[in-house]
Each structure stands twice: as C-alpha cells, then as structure tokens.
C-alpha cells in the first residue's frame, strides 16, 4: 500500500474516531450535555486526535530511518572485494542498485529479454538474467536491487500493518475513557498548543541546523586555507590541483566577492529605494482609490517575474544600450567612440536588479505607512500642516521601523541575489571602484564551485560553504542593526 493510502486509511479512522466520540459523549451525559466538563466536540476531537498522531509520528520516523536500516544491510551483502574499496566507490554502487531496483519496479524482465539486440547494439552489458547494466555496472548489483526490493516490499507491508493498527488501537483506547468528568477540552487544547510550539520551532531549529551544517564543513576549509588568507585576500584564483602541480590549492580571496556583492546590491537599492519609496508614498497619500487599485498590482508584477528574465533582458537589451549610448557620448566627447561601459558591467546588473526590487519596497512600504493610525493623520491636518508636511512630519517618522525592515528585506534579496548578477555583471572576481567594468557576487561563486561531478573534499568545493557562513553573518549584521533602529523609533512613538 502507498504512503498516500496508508495516510487517507489513518485519516478515515480518526474521521471515524471524531463521530463516534461525539456520540459515545452524548450517551453518557445521558442527554443533559450540562452534565460533561467538555463539550461533545472535545471529545470527538480527543479521539481523532489519539487515532491519528501516534500513527502520523510513528509513519514519519519509520520513513526516515528504513532507507538508512534497508541500505545498509543491503550493503553488508556486497562482495568482500567491493566491501574493501573507499566509502565513495560504495556509494556509488549503491546508487546504481537503488537504480537497477527502481528500473527492475517499472519493467518486468520479461520484456527486457525480448530486446536483447537492441540493447547490445547501444553497447550496455547484457548479463544472463537479460538485465540491462551500464558500462560500470557489476553482476553483483542485480542480487543486491532484488534484495532491496524485497527488503523495500517487506518494510512498506510492516509500515502499513504497524500504522494502522496504531490508529486502530488509538482510537479505540480513546473511546474508552470517554466519560463524564473526562477533560478533554484540556487534553485536545494541551496537544493543539504542542502542535503550535513545534511550528513556531521549525524556523528556528532550521536556522540552527543550516549554521550547524555550514560550520561543519566550513572547519574542513579552514583546516587546508588559514582563515585570515580568505578573509582579507584579494586574489580569488581557486585552482584545482594540476598533474604538473598536484599541491595547488589556489588563492581564496574573499574580498573581491564581498566587494561585488556589496557594491552591485548598493547600486540596486540607490535605484529601487528612492523610487520603491516615492511610489509608495504617492498610493499611500496622494492617489485615489481607483489609481491605487490599478497601479499597486502593476507594480507587484514586477516581483513575479522570473530573475532570469530580468537577466536576459539585462544581457540583450540594457547591456548593450549603456555600451552603444557611452560609445556616443565618447565619440561625441573624444571623436574615437570607444565606449567606457562594458555590456557586462556592476551598473547594468545594479540597474536592472534595482528594477526588480521596485515593487519589495513599494508594497511593503505602502503597507506600513497605511498601517499609521489615522488620528495621527487627522490630527496633523487639523493643526494646519499640508499633506506633504503630514507624510513628512508624522506619518513617516511614525512608519520608518516598518520601512526600515522592508529596506532589510531588500538588501537580502540583492544580496542573494545571483542569476542576474551572471548574466548581467559576469563571473569576474576583481576589485575595482569603476562600476562601468564587470565583477561578480558571493553567491555567483557558490554556483560555481559546486556546478559538476564533484566531492567535498577539496578547498576548491568545501569554500562554498565558507562563502554560505560569510552571506550568513551579513545578513544577521543587517538584522541586528534593523532591530536596533526599530526599538529605537518604537520606544519614541508608543
């Protein structure tokens, strides 16, 4: 049975659970509901609840420990000489007998053995079982995709058998205590209450796992590069080891990164934030209700357009216009027409990235100053000061904590940002104040240290994560910062 049925079979118990608790409620007050401490529906809900979150737990716990248990007793059945190779060459062979097992699900050997010429002419081996395997593949794998199926097969029917009769037995245990004097409207408002804490958690312990995980493996990069060479070096030349020089490590410099990053994403908020701003202030205060209703979802549009759009249209368009409109100001100022603006330049990937950031600024801008309570409003108008002294005076002031965290929204997404950056600001990492010349951004060099076939085991892919700790600790400085202008306005205006 399917993971899906076995989670619509749970629910139908506890579905049924809630009906009959109700029932079973209203039996025992006798007709006189004033009789219970909790209302028939506390008590339905006490038994769905009892008939469906043992099951649920034990359903996930069971689904996040058998890969791990089936694999590894798969494993203990692999030839010794397969046995004896690294941890690498292991996993690899038992990605491909995860695969073979996959493959031998969807089709039936049978078919396979009417095919044997064809598949012998694409060149795969052709074992005596008329199982097709890859140029890497061992005969050792199809006993072993067998067995996982079979280990696979034996798991899901135990799952399916434990889950249900879980529920089963939760339900019926929760039917029994059903009495008079039974708290259930405590017990199910205890269990909601759990259910929230561990949702409001999520984030949190999210948060805790990824730093956790990014340490782990930055130490590893920290071990082979010392960490002041990569925090204040300005070379990022991360060669890999040639056969002429098998000790090459390269040069991690992080500054050229964090300098792009900083210096694209300042570019994008000077043209998102003046004009992200203004228009916000224009729907707050100035616009009708008509203009508002059309003009704030045609800025909200922006936001839903793919960045790799903006970076096409960075890459065809507002690239070599700057390049062809610096030409002409050249040739107009020098007579030669060299243009001074590369097509792939810090101020087009600043441009059209600060386009994109327009609407985070507008919207949510517009939110917060709307959210002003309107005797503040009222009450500046009413002492004579024009609307323009009102937004000003009062209503910005007033909302500058929530615009100060939509500017840290902002800065975030430009910082993050990447797929613009590549097309529009290119993948050089160099250091200069000329926003007319190339450079590229922190997360650019995550992509390209992990794009192919690689392992952690180098500086060259383990500095990813090294480049993942320094966006982290960016980002946690422009919180603590925010967090200190917004208690220090709120404190003024509460």
Do not use: C
């Amino acid at each position: 049975m399917s993971i899906l049925n076995i989670f619509f079979l749970v629910a139908a118990i506890g579905v049924s659970g809630y009906f009959l608790g109700r029932a079973r409620a209203k039996n025992v007050s006798g007709g006189d509901l004033s009789k219970l401490h909790s209302l028939p529906g506390y008590a339905g809900a006490y038994v769905f609840l009892w008939a469906t979150i043992p099951s649920v737990l034990f359903l996930a716990a069971w689904l996040m420990a058998a890969p791990f248990m089936l694999e590894n007793t798969v494993r203990t059945g692999f030839p010794q000489t397969e046995q004896d190779t690294s941890e690498n060459n292991q996993n690899l062979s038992m990605g491909m007998v995860r695969s073979l097992a996959g493959g031998l699900r969807e089709f039936s050997v049978d078919e396979r053995l009417g095919l044997p010429k064809i598949f012998e002419e694409i060149g795969p081996k052709l074992n005596e079982r008329g199982i097709v395997l890859g140029s890497n593949g061992q005969d050792f794998m199809i006993d072993a995709a067998y067995t996982l199926i079979a280990l696979q097969d034996k798991s899901r029917f135990w799952l399916t058998v434990i889950a249900i009769t879980t529920s089963f037995i939760g339900a019926v245990w929760a039917l029994s205590r059903i009495a008079i004097r039974l708290r259930a409207r405590n017990q199910v408002e205890t269990i909601i209450l759990a259910g929230l804490i561990a949702a409001s958690s999520i984030a949190v312990l999210s948060t805790i796992g990824i730093f956790l995980s990014m340490v782990a493996e930055s130490g590893r990069f920290f071990a082979s590069v010392p960490p002041m060479e990569f925090l204040f070096g300005t070379v990022w030349d991360p060669r890999f080891a040639a056969a002429d020089n098998p000790g090459a490590t390269g040069q991690f410099g992080l500054i050229p990164l964090l300098a792009g990053t900083i210096y694209i994403a300042l570019v994008a908020m000077i043209v998102a934030v003046p004009i992200g701003l203004f228009a916000a202030i224009y729907m707050a205060e100035y616009a009708s209700s008509r203009t508002r209703a059309i003009v704030k979802p045609l800025l909200e549009v922006l936001a839903g357009i793919p960045t790799i759009v903006y970076g096409f249209f960075a890459l065809v368009t507002v690239g070599p216009l700057l390049r062809d409109i610096s030409a002409q100001i050249a040739g107009i100022a020098t007579g030669d027409g060299a243009s001074f603006i590369q097509a792939q330049s810090v101020l087009t990937a600043g441009l059209v990235m600060g386009v994109m950031l327009i609407p985070f600024v507008s919207s949510l801008s517009d939110d917060v100053i709307t959210q002003v309570p309107a005797s503040m409003r009222e009450g500046s108008l009413g002492l004579g000061a024009t609307r323009s002294e009102t937004m000003v005076r009062v209503l910005l002031p007033a909302a500058l904590p929530g615009i100060v965290g939509a500017l840290l929204l902002t800065g975030s997404r430009a910082i993050g940002e990447t797929m613009i950056v590549v097309l529009a600001a290119g993948v050089a990492a160099r250091l200069t104040l000329n926003p007319f010349e190339p450079m590229t951004t922190v997360t650019v060099k995550i992509v390209n240290q992990l794009t192919g076939d690689l392992e952690f085991t180098s500086p060259q892919t383990l500095v990813a994560f090294a480049l993942g700790m320094t966006l982290f600790f960016i980002t946690l400085g422009l919180n603590v910062y925010a967090l200190y202008i917004v208690r220090k306005y709120r404190e003024q205006y509460e």
